[in-house]
């Protein structure tokens, strides 16, 4: 049974630093793209970043471009998310997603989310 378990969310002050984490177990997760998401109260789910199992490559949405870094750690079952020069429109619940091994496409695999409050 896969499970997603994120942390490091909080509250930070505007112009500050997060890094969200992502402990993955149960899954097949070194052939699997992993993404994070977020919602914002009142809002829908929106796509922050993802990294390809295949060569790495990651991609950002353009709101968080420049700001937030994806990464991974295969031999811990870790995902990422470095947050700098956060605003308040980064407050939103995280969440960490995983997709299907040697697949790329939806994530069926989700954690419960993590909250991240930015003050001004």
């Known amino acids: 049974q896969v499970q997603l378990v994120e942390s490091g969310g909080g509250l930070v002050q505007a112009g500050g630093s997060l890094r969200l984490s992502c402990a993955a177990s149960g899954g097949t997760f070194s052939t699997s793209d992993m993404a994070w998401f977020r919602q914002a109260p009142g809002k829908e789910r929106e796509f922050v970043a993802d990294i390809r199992w295949i060569g790495g490559f990651t991609y950002y949405a353009d709101s968080v471009k420049g700001r937030f870094t994806i990464s991974r750690d295969s031999a811990k079952n870790t995902l990422y998310l470095e947050m700098n020069s956060l605003k308040p429109a980064d407050t939103a619940v995280y969440y960490c997603?995983?997709?299907?091994?040697?697949?790329?496409?939806?994530?069926?695999?989700w954690g419960q989310g993590t909250q991240v409050t930015v003050s001004s």
């Open positions: 997603a995983l997709g299907s091994p040697g697949r790329t496409g939806p994530y069926p695999y």
